[in-house]
């Protein structure tokens, strides 16, 4: 257990509303990563954090924003939501400099009306 | 770019069957290589990893070896169990300098196990 957890769990939106998508994590851990699960797709990088303040982009960023003002929080927003945004979202951790193994939160799902 | 192959699947065995899922990989450098696993409404678990060719990860019964040669890390185990059902997702980290961090996922096989 790495002491990641993602809230909400579930939700429904309707399209053109903003969404935050949050991940915790209580372990202080450097590197954290938003990925979205669709069918066909397996997991897509959206946007990762390399500390506090420091986010780049990853393959599928186009809509989404993210930040990160303490270690512990990694804030993932859909500044006007779309269908094509309906997707179960993961964060994860990793643990730091030559440790490549990353850890999975419980998952978001979204769906977007 | 880097990219992961996998077979979708469904793979259904019954139970006690050998189980071999193939994953082929194109990366530059010498990429981690992972298997992670997703039980029905969980997120991705760490089933094994490699770091270097050769490398022979293990867990629970489960199988790899990095063949750089053959640019594959196949998933392997020899008695499968209905527990065994969910979807099984290969990925490679990109090595420090050699592009965006992250994950590259392949789309992951459901194996499906009857008794």
């Known amino acids: 257990d790495a002491g990641i957890t993602q809230s909400p769990r579930h939700k429904v939106t309707e399209t053109g509303t903003p969404v935050t998508l949050r991940c915790h994590q209580t372990e202080n851990h450097r590197y954290m990563y938003w990925y979205r699960q669709d069918p066909g797709h397996g997991l897509r990088l959206i946007h990762y954090?390399?500390?506090?303040?420091?986010?780049d982009k990853g393959e599928v960023s186009d809509g989404y924003s993210v930040s990160r003002s303490k270690t512990e929080d990694f804030l993932l927003t859909l500044e006007s939501a779309t269908s094509s945004q309906t997707s179960v979202y993961f964060c994860?951790?990793?643990?730091?400099?030559?440790?490549?193994?990353?850890?999975f939160g419980p998952g978001t799902r979204l769906t977007v009306l | 770019g880097d990219s992961v192959t996998q077979m979708e699947g469904p793979v259904t065995l019954s139970e006690e069957a050998f189980l071999t899922i193939n994953c082929t990989y194109t990366a530059t450098g010498y990429p981690s290589l992972f298997w992670y696993v997703q039980y029905p409404g969980e997120g991705l678990q760490l089933l094994l990893k490699a770091t270097k060719a050769d490398d022979k990860g293990s867990n629970k019964g489960f199988e790899a070896t990095y063949r750089k040669e053959t640019t594959s890390f196949h998933l392997e185990k020899g008695s499968v169990q209905v527990s065994d059902s969910a979807v099984y997702f290969c990925a490679l980290s990109v090595p420090p300098g050699g592009g965006a961090d992250g994950l590259t996922f392949g789309k992951g096989t459901h194996l499906i196990i009857q008794p």
């Open positions: 994860a951790i990793r643990e730091g400099q030559g440790k490549d193994t990353q850890y």
């Open positions: 954090s390399y500390g506090v303040k420091d986010t």
